[in-house]
């Protein structure tokens, strides 16, 4: 199916796009997204298009050959805002799509995308985005990615984001990838290539409880000079969930690397962590550290000692721990 194109006000969120209140309270916690939300939007539900605006230095277009966009960011613009996120609120739905982002030398914008799915019914609901970014000289990318699931439904709430970043020499990207809660089953993998003196961040924050089950696979390699790497993953696991991490970093040039994960693991969960460094230059300096264990039971007799209960001053460290 085609999309179509509304135009309301600026990114404008409400009944008059025929959101229901269940997307819109789904669009808050996804894409930060109150009433009018400045820069260009795209909101896709149930595999159609909801809303959709441009900008002057923004624009978003339909694929013609797969389902999904095209995002495009003029050369030189400055502080551009673009919000894409993806609501599903049906049983049964399988939705892929396919954007790409085209960002434009010298550019700098803000990208807030992720999906949310609310299943109350029996039927599996999965939402697969592929994202393809290719980042001109100079051009800087901040990158928020959040995924949430909820509902009473007994069938799984799947997310399997795909995400491939090409950086141009001296550009730059930040990129934030949460998984709040609520998702049965996620498998997320991110791959990346950086010419001379880019720079990549990226930081992950994930929670798994009940049987859960997550799997992030990540794959970078710098293969110009000056070019650097920074894996940040943080987890926690509760219940029967189960994590698996793959991060790994290749330096292929005189480049730096550095991953580091992190996990809080309690009830009868399971994390396997397995962060990995390739140098195919003498001129690679590249380091990986990870780590898991459970809350210190110190740390929450302090936090007792103030005051809170036990439940809650767990959950004040899990709070601190992922923010």
């Not at 970014?133 to 009473?152: L, M, N, S």
């Not at 962590?273 to 459970?294: F, M, N, R, W, Y």
């Amino acid at each position: 199916m085609a999309d179509t194109t509304s135009a309301p006000a600026a990114g404008q969120v409400g009944s008059e796009l025929d959101l229901d209140a269940i997307s819109r309270e789904m669009l808050e916690v996804i894409a930060d997204m109150h009433g009018d939300t400045p820069g260009a939007v795209n909101i896709r539900q149930n595999g159609c298009l909801a809303c959709r605006t441009n900008t002057e230095h923004v624009t978003i277009t339909s694929k013609t050959d797969n389902p999904g966009i095209d995002i495009r960011v003029d050369a030189g613009s400055k502080n551009e805002h673009v919000h894409i996120p993806v609501v599903v609120t049906e049983e049964g739905v399988h939705d892929v799509v396919y954007n790409d982002f085209f960002i434009g030398r010298d550019a700098d914008v803000y990208i807030v995308a992720g999906c949310g799915i609310h299943n109350g019914g029996e039927k599996d609901a999965e939402h697969d985005g592929i994202h393809r970014f290719f980042v001109e000289p100079g051009a800087h990318v901040t990158y928020v990615e959040k995924h949430y699931g909820e509902g009473e439904g007994t069938g799984a709430r799947i997310l399997n984001p795909t995400t491939e970043v090409h950086l141009a020499e001296g550009a730059s990207m930040e990129m934030e990838m949460v998984q709040i809660k609520g998702v049965s089953s996620t498998i997320r993998k991110t791959t990346g290539t950086l010419e001379a003196d880019a720079k990549l961040v990226i930081t992950e924050k994930l929670m798994t409880h009940g049987e859960q089950h997550a799997t992030s696979d990540l794959d970078f390699e710098m293969v110009g000079d000056g070019a650097t790497v920074r894996v940040i993953s943080r987890s926690v696991a509760r219940g029967n969930s189960v994590q698996v991490f793959h991060p790994n970093v290749t330096g292929s040039a005189a480049c730096r690397g550095h991953v580091q994960c992190d996990s809080i693991i309690m009830d009868h969960a399971r994390v396997t962590s397995i962060p990995a460094i390739d140098a195919k230059s003498t001129e690679a300096q590249l380091v990986h550290e990870a780590a898991i264990g459970k809350i210190a039971g110190e740390a929450i007799t302090k936090l007792m000692t103030l005051g809170l209960t036990e439940e809650e001053a767990e959950e004040q460290i899990l709070e601190d721990f992922l923010s």
